[in-house]
């Protein structure tokens, strides 16, 4: 039997610690997070995201003045590849958002989270896992919103199957997990944090850190091979 994920989280908070809070909450500021860099890990991001506001600013209009070429400039450095193409998405959000609005896009958050999937969903790099994310840290949307490193931690629990489509794979531990997802953000919030860190940290893709793994008690995946 697979052990609850209340448990499950509270040994992942007693192994690594508090998480740290989220880098950024705000919708728009949460697109711009994820198009600004490119595969580079948190710390890298941020730098990259910190000279965006400081050199250009964050709101939409903001972005909008730069031209294609100097707004690649500003994120070159740290942001991992493609600049051009990345600074091509920032513009591309800052049109969308100033086309939904931004009022409008929280106030559908807040009154029907199935329209602002959606919504979400037609900015540049926002898929599934993203738009749950940006849902799960404005309050409107009970998920864990796993990244690719919190989703191989769920799968190998036994939340869920994986498949050869990533989607099918998110959906079906969204799924599996949805009926012991309290109504408490604030909790949902760590329990995303605290999944990506393990996955980061200890629960990796290839060579896992298993013998150090408070879970391996009630780990599908472990037990599998260990048996």
């Keep these: 039997m697979i052990p609850g994920l209340r448990d499950q989280i509270s040994r992942l908070e007693a192994f690594h610690g508090p998480p740290e809070p989220p880098a950024v909450t705000d919708p728009f500021e949460m697109i711009l997070w994820e198009n600004a860099a490119y595969l580079v890990d948190d710390e890298r991001r941020a730098r990259v995201f910190n000279r965006l506001r400081e050199e250009v600013g964050l709101a939409p209009e903001e972005i909008l003045e730069i031209p294609l070429e100097t707004l690649a400039g500003v994120v070159r450095e740290d942001g991992g590849m493609q600049p051009e193409n990345r600074a091509g998405k920032l513009l591309a959000a800052a049109a969308e958002i100033l086309d939904i609005g931004a009022r ?124």
């Excluded at 939340?159 to 799924?175: D, H, I, N």
Aim: one cysteine or more; hydrophobic letters at 35%.
């Design 104 to 227: 409008k896009l929280k106030e559908l958050m807040r009154t029907d989270p199935e329209k602002a999937h959606k919504a979400l969903r037609k900015f540049p790099g926002i898929g599934e896992p993203g738009a749950d994310k940006i849902l799960l840290f404005s309050g409107a949307k009970r998920t864990l919103a796993p990244d690719s490193n919190a989703l191989r931690v769920l799968v190998r629990l036994g939340f869920g199957e994986e498949v050869s489509s990533y989607g099918q794979t998110y959906r079906s531990v969204a799924e599996a997990v949805a009926s012991q997802l309290p109504r408490d953000f604030p909790w949902l919030v760590r329990a995303h944090q605290l999944l990506r860190l393990h996955g980061q940290e200890i629960c990796k893709r290839s060579a896992p850190l298993c013998e150090a793994c408070p879970l391996t008690k009630g780990c599908r995946w472990f037990l599998t091979r260990s048996s």
